[in-house]
């Protein structure tokens, strides 16, 4: 069966939404802290998803852009940040990862760039849409 563009680009959603996802829950696995996925599909076409997280510490923030380099499927594009250890960001074209250093994330306020994106919080819990998502 032909590939068409319409198709192609809902294949291309489905696998940057699932790498979103893995992305995320891998930022868990180190105990990252206020996990979002921003959905910049459509204010943005630089990618699709963006992950914000925080970490207390240097080797935190490391740890944590670690377990995501090793734990996803392909390698990211683009490493930025990581011997800096304030802020690492893993660009994987339609996922971008940012891994802060707590202090450095509440200076930059990142995710109030993209304030008229859906945004979900990632937690160990069940999904909760962000109110900022719905306005």
């Known amino acids: 069966m032909p590939t068409t563009a ?8 489905i696998e940057s ?5 893995i992305i995320g829950k891998l930022t868990l696995t ?3 802290e206020n996990v979002l996925s921003i959905d910049v ?5 630089s990618a699709d998803y963006f992950i914000i997280c925080s970490a207390e510490t240097g080797i935190q ?3 944590i852009a670690n377990a995501v380099r090793k734990g996803t499927p392909n390698k990211p ?18 996922v971008v990862l940012h891994v802060f250093k707590t202090q450095t994330r509440e200076f ?10 859906p945004t979900v919080e990632i937690t160990d819990e069940p999904q909760k849409q962000s109110q900022s998502a719905s306005n």
């Open 77 to 94: 594009w683009h490493v930025e940040g990581l011997n800096n250890q304030n802020w690492v960001l893993l660009d994987y074209i339609d």
């Open 30 to 32: 180190k105990k990252a």
């Open 6 to 13: 319409k198709s192609s680009t809902l294949q291309k959603s």
């Open 41 to 45: 599909r459509k204010v943005s076409s």
């Open 61 to 63: 923030v490391s740890a």
């Open 108 to 117: 930059y306020s990142l995710e109030k760039l993209w304030a008229d994106a």
């Open 17 to 21: 939404t699932q790498l979103a996802d």
